[in-house]
């Protein structure tokens, strides 16, 4: 089986950064990879580094031309409405069967032309993924029953050291308006940890860069909040705070949030989307109302103040990590509908 994934970026963003993990346990299982778009050196590089075909593509049309090099791919497996698109046009003759995941929260497609043609996608689509359940449901219902949810996976790091931690909440996130890091800075800036030598690192960059420093000036006791900048070693600096801070309410899946997880790290969370799924289910009690600042406040002053519980929320999450969030489950859950694809293609042909 030869599985080529298509992406229109040149980023590493969410869904780069799942193609990192994602394409070399394909590989592990036997399977042949390729990939089609992404960050030239933190995905291309790393993929054939590891003897898996990349090419770039940052455009539609390149994707197309990804798509169709060399031949030999048996589906596509494509990542956003740009990448279907192009799957759509590159595999119609000869036919190839195409499986896409939905990243995002919302219908295929940002504006009114846009959602028309992923309306056009989805007939052609022999499996469409959502990553979690919190996309399934933000489907429009005529559509819904054809979308199954397959949430993500992430590598185990293996077990946590608690004595590695340090006193620091963690941000690691764009610096964008849908993620709300204004929250996570108001909250902090509430809690007073500041005033008992913890730090805020913040990891990221993005449009509200400047903004979200001049907030953070005005309302932070000075040199509290760290601004990282963009961090290639998120998942080691996850093994050693004591707190990850996820503020966004727009999240579909949550990858940094799963990572925190995995690696045994206490997550407080804005109660919304993907991770009502993940972390909402296994510490109910470290999440908040979307943009409820004191409830923020709250829970971080809590996790502090009782050492005994946040050991036994990193526990609860790193136990809910392996029960359904680990990167095998999430290589046999794919394996699974690509094998049902072609065996369908194979009865149909």
Not at 65 to 71: C, E, F, L, P, Y
Request: aromatic share 4%; proline share 5%.
């Amino acid at each position: 089986m030869h599985v080529r994934h298509l992406v229109r970026s040149n980023a590493f963003a969410g869904v780069e950064r799942y193609l990192a993990d994602v394409a070399p346990a394909l590989a592990a299982r036997g399977i042949e990879v390729s990939v089609v778009g992404g960050d030239p050196l933190l995905l291309g590089g790393v993929l054939t580094g590891q003897g898996i075909e990349w090419q770039p593509a940052v455009t539609t049309a390149a994707v197309v031309r990804g798509a169709r090099h060399g031949g030999g791919a048996d589906l596509f497996h494509t990542h956003m409405t740009a990448a279907d698109l192009a799957g759509v046009l590159a595999g119609a003759w000869p036919y190839l069967p195409l499986v896409s995941s939905r990243h995002f929260l919302g219908p295929r497609g940002s504006s009114v032309p846009a959602r028309f043609v992923g309306r056009c996608i989805e007939r052609r689509l022999a499996a469409d993924l959502a990553i979690s359940d919190a996309v399934r449901r933000s489907v429009p219902a005529s559509r819904r029953s054809r979308v199954v949810t397959v949430r993500n996976g992430v590598p185990d790091p293996g077990a946590p050291s608690p004595a590695m931690r340090q006193p620091v909440v963690l941000v690691a996130q764009r610096l964008e308006a849908e993620k709300s890091t204004e929250v996570a800075i108001d909250a902090w800036a509430r809690s007073g940890l500041a005033e008992r030598g913890w730090h805020l690192d913040i990891a990221g960059d993005g449009a509200e860069g400047e903004r979200l420093r001049a907030r953070a000036a005005e309302l932070a006791p000075a040199g509290s909040v760290r601004w990282l900048g963009q961090v290639s070693d998120v998942r080691e600096r996850l093994a050693e705070v004591a707190v990850l801070l996820a503020p966004s309410s727009a999240d579909a899946f949550g990858l940094t949030v799963v990572e925190a997880m995995a690696a045994g790290t206490p997550v407080v969370a804005a109660a919304a989307g993907g991770h009502l799924e993940t972390v909402g289910a296994a510490t109910p009690g470290t999440v908040f109302a979307p943009g409820d600042v004191e409830a923020a406040a709250a829970v971080l002053v809590r996790l502090v103040d009782d050492p005994v519980a946040r050991g036994d929320a990193g526990r609860d999450v790193r136990a809910a990590y392996l029960a359904d969030l680990t990167l095998e489950r999430h290589v046999d859950d794919l394996l699974r509908h690509y094998r049902r694809v072609l065996a369908t293609t194979e009865a149909v042909g």
